[in-house]
């Protein structure tokens, strides 16, 4: 297995904000991963001080909307993520699938971003499990409420 690496920090910066950004380094991986250079693309928070909603959205949220978690576990590895952008990572990624109509009950059980599990419930609720512990680390959300939070 071929993995390549992306040092976010070195590549776009440690405060990263800019949706333009997250679609070319979203190009950058995809692009890697459908030529068959690597089977795995490394992103590599370390150093990264601040992520935004929209960077975290135009990069990995569009990459699992459009190719799927099974695609994106297989592909995609995010590491050394803090823990506030962890959540914010794992929020972002939750609002999206949200949004997609009809929600189905898509397993999303073993999809890691950062030391953190989730998984898509039937029904469209939201749960986060520790790796290490496998407890709920949030509340249940619906697809209600976080449509409702976007208004």
């Known amino acids: 297995m071929t993995t390549a690496r992306i040092a976010i920090s070195t590549d776009v910066g440690e405060y990263i904000s800019s949706r333009r950004s997250a679609q070319l380094l979203r190009r950058r991986v995809l692009d890697l991963v459908d030529r ?5 693309v490394e992103l590599d928070f370390d150093g990264v ?7 975290s959205d135009g990069l990995l949220a569009v990459i699992v909307a459009e190719r799927g978690i ?3 576990k297989r592909h995609v590895a995010v590491r050394n993520v803090t823990d506030p952008d962890r959540a914010l990572i794992l929020d972002v990624i939750a609002t999206r699938l949200a949004r997609q109509a009809p929600i189905t009950a898509e397993p999303l059980a073993g999809a890691v971003v950062g030391g953190l599990a989730f ?3 039937a029904g469209g609720g939201i749960h986060r499990f520790a790796t290490s512990s ?11 409420s976080a449509a409702q939070r976007h208004r």
């Open 49 to 55: 001080k601040s992520i935004s909603r929209s960077f």
């Open 134 to 144: 496998g407890r709920p680390t949030t509340a249940k959300r619906t697809r209600a």
């Open 36 to 40: 068959g250079e690597v089977d795995v």
């Open 119 to 121: 998984k898509l419930l």
């Open 70 to 72: 099974d695609w994106f």
